[in-house]
């Protein structure tokens, strides 16, 4: 049998991984899955990770069919967080993670779940739960069972730099990463490139196009082009923001709407997003923002 890290390369999404799997292991998982579910009783499969206190309870349930069984976790995962986003009110996404530690438990060399467990994890509400030190410890445990995976300990770089702002941890393991076989040329300037100042948002816009560049298709690739919209995004305020000081230059005052300063022809950019919604002008600050109601807005920090 494959292992994690050899499934990942052939598959094209998590939801695509594990319907192959499914097809492939199909006579053996009903036996398994009535093994496990009847262990469980009542609880149903989105509520069994708070009676199972660790991916070892579920291994001694399936001895010998660890790597199906962590499959089939790894599917009920991707369907929780789907479900979580779309279904949730609260969107707390309490068993992700416990969900994630099962499947990884059960087979340590499942690559794909630490890679798009991070990203359920980290991305902050509504896209993730919010929790990105759930995120790396995730990755860093992932580059333990997995040491020759470069791209773990590129994305646990890429994490310590884009969600906890850590510029010198994120060097160091950026630098460890470039040492593997097999290793991107460019890490070690990116790692080198994350100490120098100034330059945040070029910095993070190059890592999520990575993420993008070397994802296929599915959750993950979708996640960083939404990130690399954002930034266009961003840019884009921020020249609306130099226009509303050209107008304030030029009028003695600020513009009183967006409108009239794009028919004063000084605003180059449209006042809208590339979703269509407009941005919005701070009247007393003059600074120009993404709106909270469009899918590009992100928090800033």
């Known amino acids: 049998m494959k292992s ?70 790894w599917l ?9 986003r779309s279904f949730s ?28 467990g991070a990203i359920f994890l ?4 509504p896209m993730g739960a919010g929790r990105p030190q759930e ?13 020759d995976s470069w791209r773990l300990r590129q994305d646990l770089g890429f994490f310590y730099y884009l969600f906890l702002k850590d510029a ?31 330059g945040d948002r070029e910095k993070s816009r190059r890592m999520w196009r990575q993420m993008y560049e070397q994802a296929e298709e599915g959750i993950l690739k979708a996640n960083a082009l939404a990130r690399l919209g954002a930034f266009d995004a961003l840019d884009q305020a921020d020249r609306l923001s130099e226009a509303v000081g050209s107008f304030e230059r030029r009028q003695g005052r600020r513009p009183a709407s967006l409108a009239e300063l794009h028919a004063s022809g000084l605003a180059r950019d449209p006042i809208v997003d590339s979703t269509g919604v407009p941005f919005v002008l701070d009247a007393d600050t003059g600074r120009v923002t993404v709106s909270h109601r469009s899918t590009l807005w992100m928090p800033e920090g």
């Not at 496990?36 to 291994?59: M, N, W």
């Not at 980290?122 to 509400?125: F, L, R, V």
């Open 76 to 84: 009920r995962t991707v369907q929780y967080f789907g479900g979580q």
């Open 168 to 198: 010198e941890k994120a060097s160091e393991v950026l630098m460890d990463a470039s040492r593997i076989p097999g290793a991107a040329f460019w890490l070690k300037a990116m790692a080198a490139d994350l100490l120098a100042k100034g």
């Open 135 to 147: 995120g790396i410890a995730i990755l860093e445990r992932g580059a333990r069972e997995l040491p």
């Open 89 to 116: 009110q609260d969107k707390n996404f309490a068993l992700l993670y416990p969900l994630i530690e099962i499947a990884t438990t059960l087979d340590p060399r499942l690559e794909i779940a630490y890679r798009y």
């Open 122 to 125: 980290s991305e902050p509400a």
């Open 4 to 73: 994690g890290a050899e499934r990942e390369a052939a598959v094209p999404s998590p939801y695509l991984g594990a319907a192959a799997l499914l097809l492939v292991l199909g006579p053996a998982i009903p036996w398994l899955q009535t093994r496990i579910d009847s262990t469980l009783g009542e609880f149903r499969p989105q509520e069994e990770a708070l009676y199972l206190c660790s991916g070892k309870h579920v291994k001694r349930m399936a001895p010998g069919f660890e790597a199906v069984a962590a499959d089939i976790y």
